[in-house]
């Protein structure tokens, strides 16, 4: 498999009206309502983007998302229309609602650092006391971040998001609603996977006035999992998970005396680190989709994705409403 990483594109397709690059994803919009988003291998933790790229993690974050998309689409429309690359996304664009649906249903990462540091609240929800890392709590709780267009995203509550008008009233209780239904499926999902579901992120956006799923779903980079067999004992006797997510990653760097703060370097990055992400990449496509990864042609990758973008536009209907909610 070649190991040449997609750090970045420069397409300029018909109707082509602008272009946001985001630490990970460049999104090109198109006239029609439409958005060509584009999965590159950079990596990035803390709101930063790691030095080197991890071949491929593109394509898995990417296929990954699709397939989950298409899974929830009962529950909640969202606005995949389809993957003409195994890097590529095209969809509808929504106006996006800038509160990221966080929901845990494990103390882990920032939920575990908050409460370690002595919180028992966190986004306005009571937290009990007597939890360790990695344990359960009793309900999954919802835990929104404002959706920050640079820098670092930020707790906010329920009672802060209505009462300063973030996002309206019924808008904002559909948003909480989806969120438990998906949590809700993918943590079936992935127990029959053999994996536990520890918390993940949803973002929403509206498009004529619905609610619709933007963005991905159940990643690794936008979920964190554990392995299910073993998780019970290491729990009883304090011994720590592996985590099938990018925490790993955010673990590593913290070792290194980095968590994006003012005044920190990024540590740097050997081949056998990016060897070792990409290797955890693989296994959580592997386990979460249960078929072998399969990356695509490197050689001329630009050529190739910008061909498949252009084909797959050119038989999109002028319209997709009826698609994306069925009447």
């Known amino acids: 498999m070649s190991e040449i990483a997609i750090t970045q594109t420069d397409f300029h397709f018909p109707g082509q009206i602008g272009k946001y690059t985001g630490k990970v994803r460049e999104v090109y919009e198109l006239k029609g309502d439409l958005l060509v988003m584009i999965a590159t291998d950079r990596i990035s933790a803390f709101d930063h983007i790691l030095p080197k790229p991890i071949p491929y993690k593109g394509e898995v974050l990417n296929q990954i998302a ?44 920032h939920a575990w650092r908050i409460y370690e540091g002595g919180a028992r609240s966190l986004c306005g929800v009571a937290l009990p006391d007597g939890l360790r890392e990695n344990m359960a709590f009793p309900v999954p709780i919802i835990t929104p971040a404002t959706k920050a267009p640079e820098g670092h995203d930020m707790d906010i509550s329920r009672e802060e998001i209505l009462d300063t008008g973030l996002v309206p009233h019924e808008v904002y209780m559909e948003m909480e609603q989806y969120t438990r239904q ?116 490197r050689g001329e990758v630009a050529q190739l994705m910008e061909h498949s973008i252009l084909a797959f536009l050119q038989q999109l209907p002028d319209w997709h409403y009826k698609f994306i909610f069925g009447s």
């Open 66 to 109: 699709a397939h989950f998309l298409e899974d929830t689409r009962p529950v909640v429309p969202n606005w995949l229309l389809g993957c003409p690359h195994p890097a590529v996304s095209v969809g509808i664009k929504a106006e996006p609602i800038r509160i990221e649906m966080v929901i845990r249903g494990y103390c882990v990462g």
């Open 182 to 297: 998906l949590f809700e499926m993918g943590t079936r999902m992935a127990h029959q996977r053999g994996l536990i579901l520890a918390d993940t992120k949803y973002e929403f956006g509206l498009y004529r006035d619905k609610v619709m799923l933007i963005d991905e779903v159940h990643t690794p980079d936008s979920s964190r999992y554990f392995y299910l067999d073993g998780y019970a004992e290491n729990i009883s006797k304090g011994l720590p998970l592996t985590h099938l997510s990018k925490e790993f990653v955010r673990e590593w760097l913290i070792q290194q005396g980095f968590q994006g703060l003012d005044g920190q370097s990024m540590p740097q990055m050997d081949n056998e680190r990016v060897e070792l992400i990409q290797t955890r990449y693989f296994e959580l496509y592997e386990r979460l989709l249960g078929k072998p990864f399969q990356g695509s042609e």
